[in-house]
C-alpha cells in the first residue's frame, strides 16, 4: 500500500478547504476500517476505529505490537464518554474538567461497545480528549472514537516528527497527516480511575502533584520508574521494552563534572573497540564532551525542552549509526518523573551510579 503524506498546518483560525478535504479524506479512512496516522500535542498516534475489532487487529500488525498490550480511545467531546464507559466516578469528571482536552488519559469500565481486541481483552478502556486541533477534527470526521497507540514500530522511540512516522509505518497505513513537530513529545499520563485511591500507571505533562489539586489522595504504580520491583506493572504495555534506540544505551548518575569524566574515559574505551560513541547531555555540561556524537537535549532549567527533544534525539543516534549511547541523569521529579521513566526504559534500566 501507498502511503500518503499530507501536511496540515498545526494552528490557525480555520483549516483551509484543502486542509480540510484531506482531514474528511483521512476520517473516511479510518470509518473504512483503514489506518491514519495524526499528530497530537503528545506524540503522532496511529489512528484506526476504535470501535472495529479488524481496525485494531491492524494497528497491532503495523506496530508489531503484542496484542495484550490495549489501545488509548481518542475522543473529542466530553458527551461522547458516555457511550464508551459504565460506573464512572464522580472524580472522572472532575478531573475531565480540569484536564481535558489535554496529555491525560483516564482508564474506566467499557461498555459492550468497545470490542475487546481494542483493550487488549481488558474490561476497562484507556480514553484521552487530545487537545490538538488536527486531532481533534480528525476524530470528529472519523466518528468520534479513534484508537491510536503511538505511531512507532512496537518498542522505538514514540515520532516526534511526520519523517519518524514514515520511516516506521511507510506502506503500513493508508495516511499520515503531518502537522510539524508536537508540542509536549512524551506520552500522555494514565491515570487508572478504576481503583482506589486513583493511580498514576504512566507519568507524563500532567504531573501527580497537579492531580493532587483534584484529587485527595492518588497512588504511583511502583513499576514505574524500578527495573525490578516484582510486580507486573497496572498498564499491560509498562512492561515491554520501550523507546530504545538501536543502540545500546547507559544511563550514567552522579555530580556533573564527575559523569562528565566518566563519560569521557568510557567513550575512549569503547571507541578503541570499534564502537561508535553518542552521548546525551544537558546543555549545563555540553563544553565538557568531545570527539564524539553529542546532543544536547537541553538545560537542565527547561524540562519541557528535554521532553519535548528526548525522543527525536534519540532517534538521531540511529540515523548517525551510533552504536554505545551514555545519556546524564535528570531529576526525577515533577515533568522529569516522564522524562526518567522513558530514559529508564529506553537504557533497559542500565544505570551507572558514581
Ligand atoms: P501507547 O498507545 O503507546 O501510548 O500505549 C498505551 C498505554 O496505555 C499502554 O502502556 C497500555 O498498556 C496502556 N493502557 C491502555 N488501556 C489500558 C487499560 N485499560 N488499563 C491499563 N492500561 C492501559
Ligand atoms: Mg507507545
Given at each position: 500500500?501507498?502511503?500518503?503524506?499530507?501536511?496540515?498546518?498545526?494552528?490557525?483560525?480555520a483549516?483551509?478547504?484543502?486542509?480540510?478535504?484531506?482531514?474528511?479524506?483521512?476520517?473516511?479512512?479510518?470509518?473504512?476500517?483503514?489506518?491514519?496516522?495524526?499528530?497530537?500535542?503528545?506524540?503522532?498516534?496511529?489512528?484506526?476505529?476504535?470501535?472495529?475489532?479488524?481496525?485494531?487487529?491492524?494497528?497491532?500488525?503495523?506496530?508489531?505490537?503484542?496484542?495484550?498490550?490495549?489501545?488509548?480511545?481518542?475522543?473529542?467531546?466530553?458527551?461522547?464518554?458516555?457511550?464508551?464507559t459504565?460506573?464512572?466516578?464522580?472524580?472522572?469528571?472532575?478531573?475531565?474538567?480540569?484536564?481535558?482536552?489535554?496529555?491525560?488519559?483516564?482508564?474506566?469500565?467499557?461498555?459492550?461497545?468497545?470490542?475487546?481486541?481494542?483493550?487488549?481483552?481488558?474490561?476497562t478502556?484507556?480514553?484521552?480528549?487530545?487537545?490538538?486541533?488536527?486531532?481533534r477534527?480528525?476524530?470528529?470526521?472519523?466518528?468520534?472514537?479513534?484508537?491510536?497507540?503511538?505511531?512507532?514500530?512496537?518498542?522505538?522511540?514514540?515520532?516526534?516528527?511526520?519523517?519518524?512516522?514514515?520511516?516506521?509505518?511507510?506502506?503500513?497505513?493508508?495516511?499520515?497527516?503531518?502537522?510539524?513537530?508536537?508540542?509536549?513529545?512524551?506520552?500522555?499520563?494514565?491515570?487508572?480511575?478504576?481503583?482506589?485511591?486513583?493511580?498514576?500507571?504512566?507519568?507524563?505533562?500532567?504531573?501527580?502533584?497537579?492531580?493532587?489539586?483534584?484529587?485527595?489522595?492518588?497512588?504511583?504504580?511502583?513499576?514505574?520508574?524500578?527495573?525490578?520491583?516484582?510486580?507486573?506493572?497496572?498498564?499491560?504495555?509498562?512492561?515491554?521494552?520501550?523507546?530504545?534506540p538501536?543502540?545500546?544505551?547507559?544511563?550514567?548518575?552522579?555530580?556533573?563534572?564527575?559523569?562528565?569524566?566518566?563519560?569521557?574515559?568510557?567513550?575512549?574505551?569503547?571507541?578503541?573497540?570499534?564502537?561508535?560513541?553518542?552521548?546525551?547531555?544537558?546543555?549545563?555540561?555540553?563544553?565538557?564532551?568531545?570527539?564524539?556524537?553529542?546532543?544536547?537535549?537541553?538545560?537542565?532549567?527547561?524540562?519541557?525542552?528535554?521532553?519535548?527533544?528526548?525522543?527525536?534525539?534519540?532517534?538521531?543516534?540511529?540515523?548517525?549509526?551510533?552504536?554505545?549511547?551514555?545519556?546524564?541523569?535528570?531529576?526525577?521529579?515533577?515533568l522529569?518523573?516522564?522524562?526518567?521513566?522513558?530514559l529508564?526504559?529506553?537504557?533497559?534500566h542500565?544505570?551507572?551510579?558514581?
Amino acid at each position: 500500500m501507498d502511503t500518503v503524506t499530507v501536511r496540515i498546518m498545526p494552528q490557525g483560525e480555520a483549516f483551509t478547504a484543502e486542509e480540510d478535504a484531506a482531514l474528511r479524506r483521512a476520517g473516511s479512512i479510518i470509518q473504512g476500517g483503514g489506518l491514519v496516522a495524526f499528530p497530537t500535542e503528545t506524540v503522532y498516534g496511529l489512528g484506526g476505529d476504535a470501535l472495529n475489532a479488524e481496525s485494531a487487529r491492524k494497528i497491532y500488525a503495523a506496530k508489531g505490537r503484542p496484542s495484550d498490550n490495549p489501545l488509548i480511545v481518542h475522543i473529542c467531546r466530553l458527551k461522547d464518554l458516555e457511550k464508551i464507559t459504565a460506573r464512572v466516578p464522580e472524580e472522572a469528571m472532575r478531573i475531565a474538567e480540569a484536564f481535558w482536552p489535554g496529555p491525560l488519559t483516564i482508564i474506566l469500565h467499557k461498555t459492550e461497545l468497545v470490542p475487546a481486541e481494542t483493550t487488549g481483552g481488558l474490561e476497562t478502556v484507556a480514553v484521552r480528549f487530545p487537545s490538538d486541533r488536527i486531532a481533534r477534527k480528525l476524530i470528529e470526521y472519523s466518528g468520534g472514537y479513534v484508537a491510536a497507540p503511538s505511531a512507532n514500530r512496537s518498542g522505538r522511540p514514540s515520532p516526534t516528527l511526520a519523517k519518524y512516522v514514515l520511516e516506521d509505518m511507510n506502506g503500513r497505513i493508508e495516511m499520515i497527516l503531518d502537522g510539524g513537530q508536537v508540542g509536549i513529545g512524551l506520552e500522555s499520563t494514565i491515570l487508572d480511575l478504576t481503583v482506589l485511591p486513583p493511580r498514576i500507571l504512566r507519568p507524563g505533562y500532567v504531573t501527580a502533584e497537579m492531580l493532587g489539586s483534584i484529587l485527595k489522595e492518588i497512588d504511583i504504580d511502583v513499576t514505574i520508574m524500578e527495573a525490578d520491583s516484582g510486580q507486573a506493572p497496572k498498564a499491560p504495555g509498562m512492561k515491554y521494552r520501550h523507546y530504545a534506540p538501536k543502540g545500546e544505551l547507559v544511563i550514567v548518575e552522579g555530580a556533573s563534572n564527575q559523569v562528565a569524566e566518566y563519560i569521557n574515559v568510557q567513550a575512549a574505551a569503547e571507541q578503541e573497540k570499534g564502537e561508535k560513541t553518542g552521548i546525551l547531555c544537558a546543555s549545563e555540561n555540553f563544553s565538557r564532551y568531545q570527539g564524539n556524537v553529542i546532543k544536547c537535549v537541553g538545560s537542565r532549567r527547561d524540562e519541557e525542552g528535554i521532553a519535548r527533544n528526548l525522543f527525536s534525539m534519540l532517534r538521531e543516534f540511529d540515523d548517525e549509526g551510533v552504536t554505545k549511547i551514555y545519556a546524564e541523569s535528570f531529576e526525577a521529579s515533577g515533568l522529569g518523573q516522564a522524562i526518567m521513566n522513558r530514559l529508564l526504559k529506553a537504557a533497559g534500566h542500565h544505570v551507572v551510579k558514581l
